[in-house]
């Protein structure tokens, strides 16, 4: 597994890590800083974030109140350690667009690969060429050419730059959490699970078939600001999404998964609450997220994709 995550992790950037790393949701920004020498995570930070402060999405500004934010990232920097430098950031799901294609056969020359996919991504998110920051990963499978692809709209990749850059702090990595999560699973064989990355406002799930990344599904949670979701309730759509991709990919692909990963951000969502999940998915094997450092319940659940990008 972990030399799949090797090959899964050039998004947006040469993966040259920083020691201070963030992530950033609606409704809450993480961060940790790594010691290479000590090798451990030696500061974290979990913090709140206001309502109205980050409305991610894919095609409209995310940083509602710059002021705010800023305030946020400053205050999480410096519980880091010294503040400047460059970093590395994990952006909301929700502004991203994650696919799992599959090709017959690509072109080795990189021009004509890349105009193939553009071509392919086009018929599923029309977008104009400058206006997309698109990276992807092959990988060759059973004779085909599978192709992990991320793409991000380029003003709202330099949104969160520039903040980061008024502060002194150079994004030099963006990723996606939920693929940070593939470095902390354990997979028995033949290699089939699901990882389920739920955050206060969305799921996503990963599909891995074979130790391979197989399917990228992302559902927002059916509320508003008007009718919020108990934390029951989202454990309880979360139970019917999974069931939903467990019967898909048996339909689909004739193979039976066995487990299911969980990490939870969900304020509320501890033990009583991820117990009922857990009996809602019997008799799928059910796991969580470790640590090989002491945290809190809940601080282990929200900084899981970071520790994950740590440890590879």
Same mark, same amino acid.
Request: net charge neutral; proline share 7%; charged share 25%.
């Given at each position: 597994?972990?030399?799949?995550?090797? %090959?899964?992790?050039?998004?947006?950037?040469?993966?040259?890590?920083?020691?201070?790393?963030?992530?950033?949701?609606?409704?809450? *920004?993480?961060?940790?800083?790594?010691?290479?020498?000590?090798?451990?995570?030696?500061?974290?930070?979990?913090?709140?974030?206001?309502?109205? $402060?980050?409305?991610?999405?894919?095609?409209?500004?995310?940083?509602?109140?710059?002021?705010?934010l800023e305030k946020?990232?400053?205050?999480?920097?410096?519980?880091?350690?010294?503040?400047?430098?460059?970093? /590395?950031? *994990?952006?909301?799901?929700?502004?991203?667009?994650?696919?799992?294609?599959?090709?017959?056969?690509?072109?080795?020359?990189?021009?004509?690969?890349?105009?193939?996919?553009?071509?392919?991504?086009?018929?599923?998110?029309?977008?104009?060429?400058?206006?997309?920051?698109?990276?992807?990963?092959?990988?060759?499978?059973?004779?085909?050419?599978?192709?992990?692809?991320?793409?991000?709209?380029?003003?709202? $990749?330099?949104?969160?730059?520039?903040?980061?850059?008024?502060?002194? *702090?150079?994004?030099?990595?963006?990723?996606?959490?939920?693929?940070?999560?593939?470095?902390?699973?354990?997979?028995?064989?033949?290699?089939?699970?699901?990882?389920?990355?739920?955050?206060?406002?969305?799921?996503?799930?990963?599909?891995?078939?074979?130790?391979?990344?197989?399917?990228?599904?992302?559902?927002?949670?059916?509320?508003?600001? *008007?009718?919020?979701?108990?934390?029951?309730?989202?454990?309880?759509?979360?139970?019917?999404?999974?069931?939903?991709?467990?019967?898909?990919?048996?339909?689909?692909?004739?193979?039976?998964?066995?487990?299911?990963?969980? %990490? /939870?951000?969900?304020?509320?969502?501890?033990?009583?609450?991820?117990?009922?999940?857990?009996?809602?998915?019997?008799?799928?094997?059910?796991?969580?997220?470790?640590?090989p450092w002491p945290?809190?319940?809940?601080?282990?659940?929200?900084?899981?994709?970071?520790?994950?990008?740590?440890?590879?």
């Amino acid at each position: 597994m972990a030399a799949l995550f090797d %090959r899964l992790t050039n998004f947006f950037h040469e993966p040259i890590y920083p020691p201070d790393a963030f992530q950033l949701a609606r409704t809450y *920004l993480s961060g940790v800083h790594y010691s290479k020498k000590e090798k451990k995570i030696t500061s974290h930070v979990v913090r709140p974030l206001p309502a109205g $402060v980050l409305d991610p999405a894919f095609d409209k500004p995310n940083i509602t109140d710059p002021a705010g934010l800023e305030k946020a990232v400053r205050e999480a920097a410096f519980k880091l350690g010294p503040v400047g430098g460059a970093v /590395s950031l *994990l952006l909301p799901e929700a502004c991203l667009r994650v696919f799992v294609l599959t090709f017959e056969a690509l072109p080795s020359s990189m021009a004509e690969r890349e105009e193939i996919l553009r071509w392919r991504l086009n018929k599923l998110v029309p977008f104009k060429p400058g206006d997309m920051r698109l990276s992807y990963d092959v990988i060759k499978s059973n004779g085909q050419a599978k192709v992990l692809l991320a793409l991000a709209r380029t003003g709202i $990749v330099r949104e969160y730059e520039s903040l980061f850059d008024r502060l002194g *702090l150079k994004i030099r990595t963006v990723g996606v959490p939920v693929l940070n999560l593939l470095s902390l699973v354990r997979l028995e064989p033949p290699g089939h699970a699901i990882i389920a990355n739920i955050e206060e406002d969305a799921l996503g799930l990963l599909a891995v078939l074979d130790g391979e990344v197989s399917l990228y599904r992302f559902k927002p949670f059916l509320q508003d600001a *008007l009718s919020p979701m108990s934390p029951g309730q989202k454990m309880d759509q979360v139970a019917n999404e999974i069931d939903n991709t467990v019967r898909f990919l048996e339909d689909r692909e004739k193979k039976r998964i066995a487990s299911v990963w969980v %990490r /939870s951000a969900v304020e509320g969502a501890e033990d009583e609450t991820l117990a009922a999940l857990k009996e809602r998915l019997s008799p799928l094997a059910f796991a969580e997220f470790s640590s090989p450092w002491p945290l809190t319940f809940r601080d282990r659940q929200v900084l899981s994709p970071l520790i994950g990008q740590v440890l590879r």
